[in-house]
């Protein structure tokens, strides 16, 4: 993809100015000229020229419409490699936030009614662009092309522990899934699902929690949209919980 240079607004010729030298480095290396030569070329519209103080006037930016706006949250989101706020892109378009939420709200809406092979969600405290859930064979089958890349049974299974008792210690990890989990615990933190939250005040023992990547990954906002355990639990869970004991 071809970045395309944006017009320059306005009649007025272009004027480059020079970045002044440091004062301390200007006898570094043959003197100011020199420095000057190895400065920074800055263009500036002539209607916008260093003003009082030498602080530069910046002209405030022009609103968008709503199908710019549309088309430049959309341009973002497609080269975006985690999710991103409704914060940063309203810095990015110089629009104001109040305008950019709605508008994610109203391309993700449009997106799910016309039945496309992705979707718009929040994920991790931004917004990011992932495929459908029912075509993920596909996408799987594309993406590994016979190699598998997925976490062990063992991984799954602590990752499942941490996310749903967090924060939590490897020696309550452990009793729960009735073996040693310390190998396991370090290439989960190794790959970024897991990492330390402090100390348990007791006994000193270190915390895990999931991260950021782990909601990404997931797809999700926050910890609080996991699905329930109970219907996965078996039946005779209060039991076997008791012969345990």
Not at 87 to 102: M, N, T, W
Not at 204 to 220: D, I, P
Request: glycine share 10%; with cysteine.
């Amino acid at each position: 993809m071809h970045a395309v240079a944006p017009d320059v607004a306005g009649p007025d010729p272009v004027t480059p100015e020079v970045a002044a030298p440091d004062p301390g480095e200007a006898g570094e290396s043959g003197g100011t000229g020199e420095r000057l030569s190895r400065g920074r070329l800055r263009a500036y519209p002539s209607g916008s020229r260093r003003g009082g103080g030498g602080r530069r006037q910046r002209r405030s930016a022009p609103e968008l419409s709503d199908a710019e706006l549309r088309g430049a949250l959309e341009a973002i989101l497609l080269v975006v490699d985690e999710p991103v706020s409704e914060l940063v892109l309203a810095q990015v378009l110089e629009q104001p936030a109040e305008r950019v939420g709605p508008m994610l709200d109203e391309i993700a809406a449009g997106y799910t009614t016309a039945g496309h092979g992705f979707e718009l969600r929040r994920a991790a405290g931004g917004w990011r662009l992932y495929t459908r859930p029912e075509y993920a064979t596909y996408v799987e089958r594309f993406v590994l092309d016979g190699q598998s890349v997925r976490l062990t049974q063992a991984a799954l299974e602590t990752l499942a522990v941490v996310a749903y008792k967090q924060p939590v210690t490897r020696s309550r990890i452990s009793a729960i899934r009735g073996v040693n989990c310390d190998g396991v615990i370090r290439t989960l933190v190794t790959r970024g699902l897991v990492e330390e939250c402090g100390t348990e005040q007791d006994s000193g023992a270190f915390l895990y929690r999931t991260t950021t990547m782990f909601l990404e990954k997931l797809g999700l906002n926050t910890v609080d949209e996991l699905p329930p355990l109970a219907p996965f639990l078996p039946d005779d869970v209060e039991e076997l919980a008791d012969a345990t004991r």
